[in-house]
């Protein structure tokens, strides 16, 4: 029976595995966890969330909502999967990060077709097709290994992770629930502040002890759409209150009235007892992290289950390195999927992994690879990270800006959701024949 190598289990591997499992072709599925932990997991399930639990909004006039729904078109497993394990986010897909590992773990481990290997590989596999869905963690072997046969060096970046707190913990006479502008459930909690208890906050927030780099790590480059909350503070003293604290659409139905600052949480499982800060990535000591959030109005008691931590990110220079289908430019049997090929997210990991299993089951059929237009999000996330021109290449997540231009010229603001419908309407219908 035709066989590929999968090496890692998160996302993008997980997703490649079941891919070509469907396409009747075997699977090798290699992940170290939890013979090797990482410094980030915390379990040995496959396809775990690290940072946050939620896979961005659902909405297709946002890039990644039009990224899902391609995928579903597409037949994603991880996306359905997130679907029935999704818990209250307003318009964003959340889930329970918890049940949604268990649920990839066990289709995996009943699917007759893959086999899973717990253990770190060390070397790739030259005897049949692979694909590399390592992850931002990948082991120092591996990278080695990938170097040699990608004749290009790493590049590195780093990603935060949030604090988590208890959600009996919260004050709920100074916290409220809403979603922003009242769109869907009021899933949130929002801790409002008023402009004195802004600056407090600020002030101890620039000013708290961070965690020390590694020597080797010194050098390396943040991911801008990822930055640690203080890194993010440091650029000005509103930059905050125009990012993840900002109030625009959250009234506090109690009292009708606007806030200084809001700091939003976002539930982080089925049960609503744990809830995330959202956009407070952070690389604070840890004593650092527990004052700063009693700082803030309603997280006084609060209890914290996870605190933030900040871990490397690698990935290839995919411009050198890799095709519009995933393949390696040396090795068409090789492909790269998930954030070492320079997507960054959950949902553009799970939509490179389906794309690699798709095209590898495809060479081992004899057929040719997918080679997706631009017109569709998944379409122009692939030509993006391999688009030759790249002089100072970086991550990236999915974004109408990637788009192949449509034909007409709209402008002005009241135009803008109008625009983004047009390049949703033009993907699916583009992808949908595709997918028969």
Known sequence: ????????????????????????????????????MTGAHSSGNLGELVCSNSLGSNDFSAASGLLKQELRILGSY?????????????????????????????????????????GEIREIPEDMPVIIASGPLTSEA????????????????????????????????KAFMASRYDKGEAAYINCPMDKEEYEVFYEKLINSPVAELKEFEKNSKFFESCLPVEVLAKRGKDTLRYGPLKPVGLIDPRTGRKNYAVV????????????NLVGFQTNLKWPAQKELIKCIPGLENAEIARYGVMHRNTFIHSPSVLMPTLQSKRREDLFFAGQISGVEG?????????????NAARILKGERPLTLEPVSMLGALCGYITHPNHKDFQPVNSNFGILKPLDVVLKGRKNKQHKKRLFAEKALSYLTPIAK
């Open 1 to 36: 029976m035709k066989k590929v190598k999968v090496i890692g289990g998160g996302l993008a591997g997980s997703e490649a595995a079941l891919q070509l499992a469907n396409n009747g072709i075997e699977v090798d599925l290699y992940e170290m966890r939890p013979e090797k």
């Open 78 to 118: 991880l996306v359905k999967f997130a679907d029935e394990t999704s818990v209250p986010a307003g318009n964003a897909l959340a889930v329970d990060r918890e049940i949604f590992s268990q649920k990839i773990t066990a289709a995996i481990a009943e699917n007759p077709l893959i086999n899973l290997i717990n």
């Open 142 to 173: 591996l990278s080695e290994e990938i170097k040699k046969i990608t004749g290009s060096e790493h590049l590195y970046f780093f990603d935060a992770i949030a604090p988590i707190v208890e959600r009996d913990s919260i004050n709920f006479e």
């Open 264 to 275: 939003q949480l976002r539930m982080d499982n089925h049960a609503g007892s744990l809830y």
């Open 346 to 358: 959950y949902t553009e990991s799970i939509a490179t992994g389906l794309l690699a299993g798709i």
